[in-house]
Structures are given as structure tokens and as C-alpha cells.
């Protein structure tokens, strides 16, 4: 089968489409035949083995797990002889988190892990991102932040694939929502249900002196210290992308201040817990509250102009590959 492999760290050039063999499902697992899988800002991270220290995680010298990516939808081909949840022909989407390998005609997956059912009104290129950032979103906003109806929330990086999934979730979680991005997005996160929209060209939000309960900061350019004015008391500010100082700042004031800094690995949490958020959002797809955005679509053979193109930074929403066209 082919699959996406990198030659060592570095940049996209280090990603090659290579024939590698088809794996068998062990007894607990199904074999999906992947038709779509996503492309995401961790994954240029991982392929550059950034940060170093993720690299002790990754493997030292080149990637441990060869073949790339984490989200997929596809359906089921096979399934292993003690597996109950699952059968042949089922359309299937999740995350394969720290074993990777989604960026290929073919993965095995245990039937525990984070894998459910395909909804009916969801296309696989669609359904292939959410456990990459409507889960993550997720799993930030409902869980770690306890976002109420009636709260407010200010959302930076409002327009990606983390952004744009927390603008929608915290929509349907009842609260107020503002959300920060750049001009040319500004339409974009409207459409989306934010209240607000603050263009970072024209205005400093952490100087703007307005404040909230929960700052999610999903593409992790700002810090507790810039925003911790901005957050009301017993308020929270929260990013998936994880500092030393960010360390720091949740353990002092964890401890010490009634602000908090907050941090998860979302993809590091146990299975159980993942498949257990996303019950919650199926329903919110299934209703039209939520919805995938889909930026560009790749094939197989254009992985390294996807990679290049998020590198770009104008990425909105979410960039998939197909392996149907």
C-alpha cells in the first residue's frame, strides 16, 4: 500500500509516498481503508521534530512511526476475530494520537481506541479532521475550561482548525464569543457565530482592556501574563500548545492565584474519555451546530504542498488529503 513516510527530521522535503506493507488487524483491532486523513499544523511540528525535547518522544535520530498523520475516516475492511463493535462495511472516522500512521491507504486500529461511527450527514474529507481539532477544542472548552451558557470566552487563532471548531462549540455551549484573527478571516468567524471579531492588525486584544472567563489561545501565540488582565477573577486562560513558562505559570497558579493557566495533551488522554466527547459532538454535527471548515484538499501524492502550504501560515480551518481523487 502507499503511505506517507518521512526520510529523517526536517522540512517537507523530508516526506516521501512510499510502498510499504499492508498491515493485518490483531484480534482486537479493525483494518480501515482510509479515504481521507488530515494534515495539521502538530504534524509540520512532528515531521521537524520541534520542539527538541519532543524528539526524546519521537525518536532521537529519525521518527520512531514512520508513517505520518493522525486523523482518518475510511471504512472498515476487516476486522479482528474478537471484535464486537465494529463490522466489515462500517464508515468509520478518529485518531490514531501517539501511534500515528493516518496518512495511508490502510490503518489498523483497536476497536477501543478513538474510533466511532461515520454520521450520516458528514463526507469522509469532513469527518477526517475532528478528532485533530473539534475534539481538542473540545475536550479545552467543555472539560478543562467548564465554559457555561451565558459565559464569555475570547478565542485567538479563531479561524483554524482548533479556532474554528471552539468558535462553533463554544456557540452551542451558550456562550458569548469573541474571536481574534486577521482581516481576510474576519467574514469567515462571523459566519462561524462569534458575537465579536477582533482583526490582531488593527487591535491589541490583550491591550483592549475587555475581560473574559476563558482566553483560549489555540494557536499559542500569547501568554498568561499578556492576557491575565483580560480574564475575569476565577478565570481560566487556556492553550494546547505547551511552554516552560507556561509550565511554570499552571503550577504557580494552580497553587497561588485564583487566574488560572491551563494546559492538556488531549491526544495523550485515555481512549475512554476521548470517545466519550465525541458522543457529545456527533449530535452537534448530526444538527448542523457544527461544521467541518475545509480549507484545501490534497491528494496523497501532494502531502509535501500541504505541509508547505500550512507552513504558509494562511491556513483557515482545516487541510485534508483524499485518496479518492
Known sequence: MKAVTYSGYGSPAVIRVSEVEKPTPKANEVLVKVWATSITTADSMIREGKPCYGRLFLGLAKHKHP??????SGEVEEIGRSVTQFKMGDKVFGETGVNF???????????????????????HEEAAPICDGALTSYAFLKDIGQLKRGQSILINGASGSLGSAAVQIAKALGAEVTGVCSRANVELVQSLGADKVIDYHEEDFTK????????????GKSSFCECRKNLKEQGAYLSPVLSFPLLIQMMWTSTFMSKKARFSATGLRPAKELRVMI???????????IK?????????????????YIETGRKKGNVVVSLII
Open 101 to 123: 500512521s493516518a496518512n495511508a491507504e490502510y490503518i489498523c486500529i483497536a476497536e477501543d481506541a478513538v474510533i466511532s461511527i461515520l454520521p450520516d450527514n458528514l463526507s
Open 208 to 219: 483592549m482592556g475587555n475581560s473574559y472567563d476563558l482566553v483560549y489561545d489555540a494557536v
Open 292 to 308: 467541518s471548515v475545509i480549507d484545501r484538499t490534497y491528494s496523497l501524492a501532494e502531502t509535501a504542498d500541504a505541509h508547505r
Open 67 to 72: 508513517i505520518s498523520g493522525t486523523g482518518f
Open 279 to 289: 458522543d457529545e459532538l456527533i449530535p452537534l454535527y448530526k444538527s448542523g451546530e
